[in-house]
């Protein structure tokens, strides 16, 4: 009798250990996926202020105001090399900012209405991503640029510059 209980034991715990591997398998295991991103809906600044900024209107520049993320930031000339170039974040991109280029610009003549149409919404969205509007200084449309974060093709301009004042004051501005 002692023999089959051991052969018994010995059996299951054979199958046990073939089992295992198996067994293992399809166990759930916890991911730790860091940080969770801010609520997608959290950042969501001022449409009208990344179009035309602080101008009053949308067809004349103010003197000393600024004229937006778009003009100020986005399309401004960084020496030959605009954001919105295809090389860079244009519609040939494929990292997270990706702009195209409207056929209406803002200070034309033109209007731009808002709520934003479909291909301002689209360059809006884009660019919001990368706000974090609890911690502006954080922001990759600021860190990026200002060199705090790596970029290609590197450093375009200083914290203390037009455009940093510009994407820092789109957070507080009003719709």
């Not at 052969?7 to 199958?15: K, P």
């Not at 166990?27 to 996926?33: G, I, K, P, R, S």
């Not at 449309?141 to 790596?150: M, R, S, W, Y």
């Amino acid at each position: 009798m002692r023999g089959s209980r051991r052969m018994g034991r010995t059996r299951a715990l054979l199958l046990l250990a073939a089992a295992a591997p198996t067994l293992a398998g399809s166990a759930c295991y916890t991911v730790d996926l860091g940080q969770p991103p801010s609520d997608i809906n959290s950042c969501r600044p001022s449409q009208s202020y990344y179009v035309f900024g602080t101008s009053s209107d949308g067809g004349v520049s103010d003197a000393g105001a600024n004229m937006g993320i778009w003009t100020d930031v986005l399309s401004h000339d960084f020496g030959g090399k605009h954001c919105n170039d295809t090389a860079c974040h244009g519609s040939g991109s494929t990292n997270s900012l990706k702009l195209t280029m409207p056929g209406c610009l803002p200070f034309t003549g033109c209007n731009i209405p808002v709520p934003l149409t479909q291909e301002w919404a689209d360059n809006y969205r884009s660019t919001a991503e990368q706000m974090n509007c609890s911690n502006v200084m954080a922001s990759k449309l600021l860190a990026k640029p200002t060199g705090q974060e790596p970029h290609f093709p590197g450093k375009l301009f200083d914290l203390t510059d037009p455009q940093a004042s510009v994407i820092i004051g789109w957070v507080g501005a009003l719709p």
